[in-house]
Nanobody, 120 residues
Framework: VQLQASGGGLVQAGGSLRLSCAAS????????AGWFRQAPGKEREFVASIDWSDGSTRYADSVKGRVTISRDNAKTTVYLQMNSLKPEDTALYYCAADSQLPSDIMYHYWGQGTLVTVSS
């Protein structure tokens, strides 16, 4: 599966962004998809994931209540709606498949990343 992430940009603190991740090709996503992020000088960390079969979601504590992961009915696009953004949310955001677990080693497919910059 190929993943194409988009939607990043520069936003002021308190603002919102919606990231998109379009999936194409084979194999189809079976188990789930997730979003991870990596800030400069830091390790990649889990942000959110969604189970492909029942739509159940998981969130990192750092974003819980501010971020919503979802997928479209065709199950070809995953979204990450981010609200009340903080400067510490600044990072390169990656979408990944095919898992619903909060560990990057469980994901075999990765998008190219989209940069989110939050100014104070």
């Amino acid at each position: 599966v190929q993943l194409q992430a988009s939607g990043g940009g520069l936003v002021q603190a308190g603002g919102s962004l919606r990231l998109s991740c379009a999936a194409s090709g084979r194999p189809f996503i079976t188990y789930g998809a997730g979003w991870f992020r990596q800030a400069p000088g830091k390790e990649r960390e889990f942000v959110a994931s969604i189970d492909w079969s029942d739509g159940s979601t998981r969130y990192a504590d750092s974003v819980k209540g501010r971020v919503t992961i979802s997928r479209d009915n065709a199950k070809t696009t995953v979204y990450l709606q981010m609200n009340s953004l903080k400067p510490e949310d600044t990072a390169l955001y990656y979408c990944a498949a095919d898992s619903q677990l909060p560990s990057d080693i469980m994901y075999h497919y990765w998008g190219q990343g989209t940069l989110v910059t939050v100014s104070s």
